[in-house]
């Protein structure tokens, strides 16, 4: 055995060593595939859902917390932020309900803590739903952000 031929046997070998044997079974085991491609092109929350999560029992939940302003001027940066103590999380959704595509962001979780943040442009008032999948089911909060022109309380929808 040459050199080289060593030096990456051992690389691949400490890499498996490394990750453990939890993550050389699929990570995703409890997650039904996701359409993404679908779910990005779907035009209301209910086939968003549908894409990304299938039949999975849908339900309301004190445990996902959606933080984002009340108000916010038109075409100002809008910052999202999502969390939830729920155990077992495996992925998080972002919809807007007022959008002709709603699915604004879309993470898988692989035993990490569920905790996601981005940035959204809103163009009127609409309600904001975070979606979590966790155990089985999809849990979810829903905020109400309203949007003004100039930031002066001239409401624009």
């Known amino acids: 055995m040459d050199r080289r ?3 990456k046997s051992a690389l691949g070998g400490g890499v498996l060593v490394l990750t453990g044997p939890d993550s050389w079974s699929k990570p995703y085991d409890s997650v039904p595939t996701p359409n993404t491609k679908a779910a990005f092109r779907a035009t209301s929350e209910a086939e968003v859902l549908h894409h990304l999560f299938g039949d999975a ?3 309301a939940s004190p445990q996902i917390k959606l933080w984002a302003p009340d108000v916010t001027t038109t075409y100002l940066q809008l910052p999202v932020k999502i969390s939830s103590d729920l155990p077992g999380a495996r992925a998080i959704a972002l919809t807007v309900q007022r959008a002709s595509t709603p699915l604004a962001a879309f993470v898988l979780l692989s035993g990490a803590s569920c905790f996601f943040t981005t940035r959204l442009l809103l163009n009127e008032t609409t309600r904001l739903s975070a979606h979590v999948f966790g155990n089985k089911a999809v849990f979810s909060a ?3 952000v309203r949007v003004t022109r100039g930031g002066y309380g001239m409401h624009v929808r």
Request: glycine share 0%.
């Open 5 to 7: 031929s060593f030096i």
């Open 142 to 144: 829903a905020t109400l």
């Open 57 to 59: 029992p849908r339900q």
